[in-house]
């Protein structure tokens, strides 16, 4: 967990969920040994053939390392979340869903912009705790609002154009008035800003 505020205050509930899920992927890998496959055009039911072809399967040694106990090093190590990563292994049973739901869906293009919306809230999160992750190794307590890495001085003061619906149906010189413009609570300085975000200031 790379946020500081999420490992102290939801850290618990995170190991319970985490066991949750952990017992429906074992409980996945029983259900997967009893798929039934067609062999020579003949449907397979037996108990023992359908097991067989299972373990024969890279599928079948990619679960078993999914649900190896590796959050048990989270007992030694709280800060250890990384350990979890092998349950990524598990992503190909999503793979498998999308493509039979694509098939059996009435809906495929909805289905697929909502596939790519997930996506891309999943990428934009991990965007988000691996440059958290980098200021955490950079020391970002001590960053200013200048350094590239996080820093919570970036968070207070953003600098926002405060224009109504009113100035831009009245704006008679396409400007907005400057006392339209917050002022800022940590720093009185405009130093640090680059001439674009002035020109911006003065015009819509």
Not at 17 to 23: E, R
Not at 83 to 110: D, G, M, Q
Request: with cysteine.
């Amino acid at each position: 967990m790379v946020f500081e505020e999420v490992r102290k205050n939801f850290y618990d509930s995170w190991i319970t969920y985490n066991i949750v899920f952990d017992l429906i992927f074992l409980c996945d890998l029983f259900v997967l040994t009893r798929r039934q496959f067609i062999e020579d055009g003949i449907r397979m039911k037996g108990v023992k053939e359908m097991l067989i072809h299972r373990m024969k399967s890279v599928y079948f040694y990619l679960d078993i390392l999914c649900i190896l106990p590796t959050d048990l090093l989270l007992y030694k190590m709280r800060n250890l979340s990384l350990c979890r990563l092998n349950r990524l292994l598990k992503c190909y049973r999503i793979s498998e869903f999308n493509a039979l739901t694509e098939i059996r869906t009435t809906f495929p293009n909805l289905f697929r912009i909502t596939k790519l919306i997930f996506t891309c809230f999943i990428i934009f999160h991990w965007n988000g705790c691996l440059y958290f992750f980098i200021s955490v190794w950079y020391n970002f307590p001590n960053a200013t609002i200048d350094d590239w890495i996080f820093s919570y001085d970036k968070i207070p003061d953003p600098v926002l154009i405060q224009c109504g619906v009113n100035d831009d149906y009245n704006m008679t010189e396409e400007r907005c008035r400057m006392d339209l413009i917050p002022p800022l609570r940590f720093y009185e300085e405009h130093d640090n800003m680059t001439e674009e975000v002035d020109l911006a200031m003065m015009y819509w």
